[in-house]
């Protein structure tokens, strides 16, 4: 069975840190993009950071400079580090994986999907 697992949301103060994985069973990540999206209660997925099979990495605006996305194909994982977080950053985080392989950020662009974790940025 094709899946990705998302881990490492929590509760954090504005400020804090944490580190989103993404493992990957059934298949092998080496061939995808993957994707990090997001979505607050009512709102769109929001696509925030991609990364290619070849490391090439994109960011929304909103998390540039703060956010980091890398990719370990020996483990079949990709992480989004997420520093210097703001209340605004709660959500529940998604990642996906995309055949396409291009640096996409709409939701229909990929083809696997885990389950998402919540992050909340709370004093």
């Known amino acids: 069975q094709l899946q990705l697992v998302e881990s490492g949301g929590g509760l954090v103060q504005p400020g804090g840190s944490l580190r989103l994985s993404c493992a990957a069973s059934g298949f092998t990540l080496d061939y995808y993009a993957i994707g990090w999206f997001r979505q607050a209660p009512g709102k769109e997925r929001e696509g925030i950071s991609c990364i290619t099979s070849g490391g090439s990495t994109n960011y929304t605006d909103s998390v540039k400079g703060r956010f980091t996305i890398s990719r370990d194909n020996a483990k079949n994982t990709v992480y989004l580090q997420m520093n210097s977080l703001k209340p605004e950053d709660t959500n529940v985080y998604y990642c996906?994986?995309?055949?396409?392989?291009?640096?996409?950020?709409?939701?229909?662009?990929?083809?696997?999907w885990g389950q998402g974790t919540q992050v909340t940025v709370s004093s």
């Open positions: 996906a994986a995309s055949s396409l392989g291009g640096l996409g950020s709409r939701p229909y662009q990929y083809d696997y």
